[in-house]
T-cell receptor
Framework: GQNIDQPTEMTATEGAIVQINCTYQ??????LFWYQQHAGEAPTFLSY??LDGLEEKGRFSSFLSRSKGYSYLLLKELQMKDSASYLC??????????WGAGTKLIIKP | GAVVSQHPSWVICKSGTSVKIECRSL??????MFWYRQFPKQSLMLMAT?????????EQGVEKDKFLINHASLTLSTLTVTSAHPEDSSFYIC??????????????FGPGTRLLVL
């Protein structure tokens, strides 16, 4: 079966760094996405990785290892507004997105 | 770029009525749009894939006759919840792929429509 695993909840301190991990087992792989979803809102696109390595976008970076079926989202200089759920999704062999359950990130002052 | 809108953002209706939700790609063309449903504290659940000019592809367990999807143009898809019941109350979100964008597989989401059936 297809499976995406990510922690249910994480807590971090304002100004710190946090890493949210995602492991996947899917039938085929056509890229991995990270989305941010604030409570009561729709997801917004953060990053897309299809090749191994690190992609950096400002305070957010995303890493992919296809051989390990593993990705992480790294958030630096955390701000209170970063409190949200972070969704990992993998595009499978049919280009269909398989969604993780999301990681709720709580930022404390 | 890659903006998706949904209308309405909120709808409250009586049980047994039908509700139509519109999804528009504002600054790009989308041959494929997706309809998701999200219950509180749960992840997104794909309901159907909407293809312009053809019938939608529904996920297992989603009733085609209850959730009617029309994708009449490259910028508009509609979802009609027919004979809505309280259990249909949920957050409905559409997304679209920007085929002209750099990352063709990226889905961009509309703001969502919150449906409450009384």
């Amino acid at each position: 079966g297809q499976n995406i695993d990510q922690p249910t909840e994480m807590t971090a301190t304002e100004g710190a760094i946090v890493q949210i991990n995602c492991t996947y087992q899917t039938s085929g792989f056509n890229g991995l996405f990270w989305y941010q979803q604030h409570a009561g809102e729709a997801p917004t696109f953060l990053s897309y990785n299809v090749l191994d390595g690190l992609e950096e976008k400002g305070r957010f970076s995303s890493f992919l290892s296809r051989s390990k079926g593993y990705s992480y989202l790294l958030l630096k200089e955390l701000q209170m507004k970063d409190s949200a759920s972070y969704l990992c999704a993998v595009s499978d062999s049919n280009y269909q997105l398989i969604w993780g359950a999301g990681t709720k990130l709580i930022i404390k002052p | 770029g890659a903006v998706v809108s949904q209308h309405p953002s909120w709808v409250i209706c009586k049980s047994g009525t039908s509700v139509k939700i519109e999804c528009r790609s504002l600054d790009f063309q989308a041959t494929t749009m997706f309809w998701y449903r999200q219950f509180p504290k749960q992840s997104l659940m794909l309901m159907a894939t909407s293809n312009e000019g053809s019938k939608a592809t529904y996920e297992q367990g989603v009733e085609k006759d209850k959730f009617l999807i029309n994708h009449a143009s490259l910028t508009l898809s509609t979802l009609t919840v027919t004979s809505a019941h309280p259990e249909d109350s949920s957050f409905y979100i559409c997304s679209a792929k920007d085929l002209g964008g750099g990352d063709e597989e990226t889905q961009y989401f509309g703001p969502g429509t919150r449906l409450l059936v009384l």
